[in-house]
C-alpha cells in the first residue's frame, strides 16, 4: 500500500466513527426527552397490553384441546364406574340432587365404593 492510500484509509475511518458518534449523540438525546415525558412507563403498558392480548389469544386456541381431554375424562370416569358397578342412582343424585347436602353424600358413597373396589382388586394402598 501506498501513503496516499493509508491515508484516505484513515480519513474514511475517521469519517464513519464521526458519523457514528453524530448518531449516538442523536439517540441520546431523544432517549432524554422520551424519559422526561415518561414515555418509559407508555412502553410498560403497551407491552401489558400486547402481553394480555397474547394470552388471551393462547386461551382461544387452546379451548379445542381442552374441551377434548374433558370430555375424554368424563367419557372415562363413565365407563369406569359402570366397570366397578357404581349405581347409576348414585351418579345422578351426586350431579341433580336438590341439596347440597345430598349431593355431598352420594359423592362421598361412591367415593368409598369406588376405594373399597380398587383395594379388592389389589390396587389400595399400604
Not at 464513519?16 to 458518534?21: G, L, Q, T
Not at 407491552?47 to 386461551?59: F, G, N, Q, V
Amino acid at each position: 500500500m501506498t501513503q496516499k492510500e493509508l491515508e484516505q484509509k484513515v480519513i474514511d475511518a475517521e469519517g464513519r466513527v464521526a458519523k457514528r458518534e453524530a448518531v449516538l449523540k442523536k439517540h441520546n438525546s431523544q432517549l432524554a426527552k422520551m424519559i422526561k415525558k415518561g414515555a418509559d412507563r407508555f412502553d410498560i403498558s403497551i407491552k401489558r397490553e400486547d402481553i394480555k392480548s397474547a394470552t388471551s389469544k393462547l386461551a382461544e386456541a387452546l379451548k379445542p384441546v381442552i374441551n377434548a381431554v374433558l370430555s375424554a375424562l368424563k367419557k372415562l370416569w363413565k365407563v369406569s364406574t359402570k366397570a366397578i358397578g357404581v349405581p347409576p342412582k348414585w351418579l345422578h343424585l351426586a350431579a341433580h340432587a336438590k341439596k347440597a347436602r345430598t349431593r355431598k353424600k352420594y359423592r362421598n358413597r361412591i367415593r368409598r365404593y369406588v376405594f373399597e373396589a380398587l383395594a379388592a382388586e389389589g390396587g389400595g394402598g399400604p
